[in-house]
C-alpha cells in the first residue's frame, strides 16, 4: 500500500519531467505573486549568502568575479521584485533560506580552499537552474502584471550567469 502511495505522485509529476525539475519543491515555477515573491526571495538570499561565503576565502579570479556579480545582480533582482511585488499591492515579508537552500550554505561551509570553490560553482549551477525556471515560468504564467514584467526581465540576466557558469 505504501508502494502505490509514493507511486501515485511520481506518475502524476511525470509530464513535467519534460523540462529540467527544480530541486527544492519551494523553488517550482510559481504562478500566485505570493508564492513568487517569496520563492524569488530566497533565491537571491542563497545567491548572496553563498557568494559572501566563498567570497571569504577563494583565491580563484574567476569564482571571486563571478560571486561579486552575483551580490550586484541579486540585489538587483531583489529590488526589482520588491518593487513590482508593491505595484501589485504585496507586502513581501522578509526572504527565508528553504530547508535546501540551507543544507547548501551549510554544504559550502564545510567544504574548504578548492574544494568550496567546485561546491560553490555546482551549487550555483543548480540554484540558477532552477532560478531559470522560477523566472520563466512566472513571466509566462504569473498572476500579476508588475512581477509578470520583473520576472521576464531578470529571467535573461539569469541565463547569462548559467552561461558563465557553463564555461567555468
Known amino acids: 500500500m505504501k508502494a502505490l502511495i509514493f507511486a501515485v505522485p511520481f506518475v502524476l509529476a511525470a ?19 505570493p508564492a513568487f515573491v517569496k520563492a524569488a526571495g530566497a533565491s537571491d538570499l542563497y545567491e548572496r549568502r553563498s557568494s559572501q561565503l566563498v567570497l571569504q576565502t577563494t583565491r580563484n579570479a574567476k569564482v571571486r568575479q ?12 531583489t529590488a526589482m521584485v520588491t518593487k513590482a511585488a508593491a505595484q501589485a499591492g504585496i507586502k513581501p515579508t522578509p526572504p527565508m533560506l528553504t530547508p535546501a537552500q540551507q543544507k547548501m550554505i551549510a ?61 567555468m
Request: hydrophobic residues 40%; glycine residues 4%; neutral net charge.
Open 107 to 167: 554544504d559550502l561551509r564545510a567544504q574548504t580552499g578548492t574544494a568550496r570553490d567546485t561546491a560553490y560553482i555546482d551549487q550555483q549551477k543548480q540554484a540558477h537552474e532552477q532560478a531559470l525556471a522560477l523566472h520563466s515560468g512566472y513571466a509566462s504564467n504569473g498572476d500579476a502584471a508588475p512581477l509578470k514584467a520583473a520576472a521576464a526581465k531578470i529571467a535573461p540576466v539569469v541565463e547569462h550567469h548559467l552561461t558563465m557558469l557553463k564555461g
Open 66 to 77: 563571478f560571486a561579486t556579480m552575483m551580490l550586484k545582480d541579486h540585489a538587483n533582482s
Open 15 to 33: 509530464p513535467a519531467l519534460a523540462q529540467p525539475m527544480p530541486q527544492p519543491a519551494t523553488t517550482a515555477p510559481a504562478t500566485t505573486a
